[in-house]
């Protein structure tokens, strides 16, 4: 089974088409599952091996509800792959992250927790070759009526060719 679900929400011809969604919500994804294995990676990765993330017998004894807590930077990085479950551009070129303006991380992801993103379009411009958008995202974690990670980022999708 693939780590993420695939569940296009909107499917537009190219880059430009995104403009007419500005300040909408434009989808969200299926339900993610966070595993201990996938945490262990991304600290063997990271190099963040604090035993809130690994310990799991420690977990166990001092955590709420005794469970590790997935790294906020985990969420994060997860969120990339997400994206490209909500919007699908047929038209187009290459992509790239351009960074982010704001993140917080508002409540823990426990091991076993589900989580999904939904992605607003905050802003949108043309470029030359290429164009900016300015999203809005909100990680969910399952049973949890407020988001775990709010971030707004920005992308660059060129245009077709480019």
């Given at each position: 089974?693939?780590?993420?679900?695939?569940?296009?929400?909107?499917?537009?011809?190219?880059?430009?088409?995104?403009?007419?969604?500005?300040?909408?919500?434009?989808?969200?994804?299926?339900w993610?599952?966070?595993?201990?294995?996938?945490?262990?990676?991304?600290?063997?990765?990271?190099?963040?091996?604090?035993?809130?993330?690994?310990?799991?017998?420690?977990?166990?004894?001092?955590?709420?509800?005794?469970?590790?807590?997935?790294?906020?930077?985990?969420?994060?990085?997860?969120?990339?792959?997400?994206?490209?479950?909500?919007?699908?551009?047929?038209?187009?070129?290459r992509?790239?992250?351009?960074?982010?303006?704001?993140?917080?991380?508002?409540?823990?992801?426990?091991v076993?927790?589900?989580?999904?993103?939904?992605?607003?379009?905050?802003?949108?411009?043309?470029?030359?070759?290429?164009?900016?958008?300015?999203?809005?995202?909100?990680?969910?974690?399952?049973?949890?009526?407020?988001?775990?990670?709010?971030?707004?980022?920005?992308?660059?999708?060129?245009?077709?060719?480019?």
């Amino acid at each position: 089974m693939p780590l993420l679900q695939r569940q296009t929400m909107l499917i537009l011809e190219t880059p430009q088409d995104l403009e007419a969604h500005v300040g909408k919500v434009l989808g969200h994804t299926d339900w993610v599952e966070i595993t201990q294995e996938m945490i262990d990676d991304f600290a063997r990765i990271s190099g963040d091996r604090n035993w809130i993330h690994i310990d799991v017998e420690r977990a166990r004894r001092e955590l709420p509800d005794g469970k590790t807590i997935a790294h906020g930077m985990l969420t994060l990085s997860l969120m990339s792959g997400m994206g490209g479950d909500v919007v699908q551009v047929r038209e187009r070129g290459r992509g790239i992250n351009y960074g982010s303006n704001k993140v917080r991380f508002t409540a823990p992801v426990q091991v076993g927790s589900r989580i999904r993103l939904e992605r607003t379009l905050l802003a949108f411009e043309r470029l030359d070759d290429a164009v900016r958008l300015t999203y809005g995202n909100h990680m969910f974690r399952e049973g949890l009526d407020r988001p775990v990670m709010v971030a707004e980022t920005l992308n660059l999708m060129y245009l077709k060719g480019k």
